[in-house]
């Protein structure tokens, strides 16, 4: 798709970039534990979207990677 309709469509149904990230944080606790085995740990989103996890995980310390097939997905991650 590269459209701009998914991107629309999550803009007005999914929520803000904010209100997405602030679900996501309920799944820290489960992937903080990672940086006890390295101080850098790397992370692979498929079908990352607007990129929030990738965010998310890059403000707590991941090396972060997101792919996805929409590219006005990606510019908004960008």
């Known amino acids: 798709?590269?459209?701009g309709f998914y991107r629309a469509f999550e803009e007005h149904?999914?929520?803000s970039r904010e209100?997405?990230?602030s679900r996501l944080e309920a799944?820290?606790?489960?992937?903080?534990?990672f940086k006890n085995f390295t101080t850098t740990p790397k992370s692979l989103d498929l079908g990352c979207g607007r990129g929030e996890w990738l965010e998310l995980l890059t403000e707590n310390g991941?090396?972060?990677y997101g792919v996805d097939l929409d590219d006005d997905m990606l510019k908004a991650c960008r």
Not at 27 to 33: D, H, K, N, V
């Open 62 to 64: 991941f090396n972060a």
């Open 27 to 33: 799944y820290l606790p489960f992937i903080l534990p």
């Open 13 to 15: 149904y999914r929520g």
């Open 1 to 3: 798709m590269s459209n």
């Open 19 to 21: 209100l997405i990230k």
